[in-house]
């Protein structure tokens, strides 16, 4: 498997190429009057852009990620890259996106919310000086996310469980991170309350039947890693075991799906989807084998290892799709493909 140093150069490429392009567009918004169809810009000056709302926010984040690189240092993109991130990100700009999710409070819940948040946790803690320089912007519109989660969680009856943007696991694990990150406790104590809500009873998950054709997340797997993040050491030795008992590296959902149409922007999700669950498996495998050593579980120990070696073969197709020409493809899988390259070089190092 290749390296992530590999994709920098063109997974920058692929970012910078989407933030600076303002159509096709997807308006994913309730018009309430005639006056509410205008250009995107107008609504989103910094994230009208790369085709929709929420994958525009993580094609920046991706892009800030990939400028934390040795490899960006001395790029011919580099300076372009901070000149068009500070234009987006200007104190003027996230304002007006902050405004827009509190007058619109259920719009981009939780998906958009979260890559928000993931946008600012990067900014923040980033060691260039021009992006870092940008933190108090990015924070008024993740402020404005934590403040949004606090007052619809406990209006929640239950999860969604699909796997596609509405996922409710998928969405929390980044925000709850990132509120962890920036110290609000708060917020923490509000997801952490619902997400044992939620999950806390699910067990022996059900992999072989939950996929659809238009996946791009596992619902399973978007559970277990939220639940790895709040459950203690205790809880979790007995939680994650039972909850995955289901999932053998035979599984169908360790088993990437064809694509058939790639022109097809809902089947492309499948790209995704092998990103995705690899990128689950890099983070719970290792969990489930240190649960298994203490346990002196030899079943458990070679589940994990078994896991693992579905990775490569998962991430593949979308690696390749995510510099592709079709922009139904190429407008968002290089996130989670930088993501998934990253596990990949921590969990074989």
């Known amino acids: 498997m290749s390296q992530p140093a590999d994709f920098v150069h063109p997974f920058a490429e692929v970012a ?15 018009a309430r009057s005639l006056a509410d169809i205008v250009p995107a810009v107008e609504k989103h000056p910094a994230f009208g852009n790369s085709y929709d709302w929420h ?7 991706l892009l800030a990620s990939l400028l934390e690189t040795k490899e960006a240092q001395r790029a011919s993109w580099r300076e372009r890259a901070i000149e068009v991130l500070s234009s987006h990100l200007s104190e003027e ?4 996106e902050a405004a827009f999710l509190r007058e619109n409070p259920s719009w981009e819940r939780p998906y958009g919310w979260a890559w928000a948040v993931e946008l600012n946790r990067v900014v923040n803690a980033s060691e260039v000086d021009e ?20 007052a619809w969680l406990p209006k929640v009856a239950a999860p969604v469980r699909h796997g596609v943007h509405s996922n409710t696991a998928f969405g929390l694990r980044r925000i709850l991170i990132g509120a962890r990150t920036a110290g609000r406790d708060d917020v923490v104590d509000v997801i952490a309350g619902a997400a044992r809500r939620f999950y806390a009873e699910d067990a022996a998950w059900n992999f072989v039947q939950e996929r659809s054709g238009h996946d791009f997340l ?8 939220l639940l790895a993040e709040i459950l203690t050491e205790d809880e979790l030795a007995s939680w994650l075991p039972e909850f995955l008992s289901e999932l053998s590296p035979e599984s169908p959902a360790l088993t990437h799906v064809k694509v058939l149409d790639p022109t097809d922007g809902q089947q492309s999700h499948l790209y995704g989807l092998g990103l995705s669950v690899a ?5 719970l495998a290792p969990k489930l084998e240190a649960i298994a050593e203490k346990s002196s579980h030899d079943e458990l120990l070679t589940q994990a290892k078994g896991m693992l070696t579905r990775v490569d073969s998962l991430m593949a197709p979308g690696l390749e799709a995510a510099v592709s020409d079709e922009y139904v493809s190429s407008h968002w899988i290089a996130t989670f493909a930088w993501e998934a390259a990253c596990l990949g070089n921590t969990v074989r190092s």
Do not use: K, W
């Open 55 to 61: 994958s525009s926010v993580h094609m920046h984040y």
């Open 279 to 283: 990128a689950s498996v890099m983070r």
């Open 218 to 225: 596992s619902p399973g797997l978007c559970e277990a890693d």
């Open 93 to 96: 700009n996230m304002l007006a």
């Open 131 to 150: 992006l870092r320089a940008l933190s108090a912007n990015t924070q008024v519109l993740a402020d404005t996310v934590f403040d949004l989660v606090s």
């Open 16 to 30: 910078l190429s989407n933030i600076t392009r303002e159509y096709p567009y997807a308006s994913h918004h309730l």
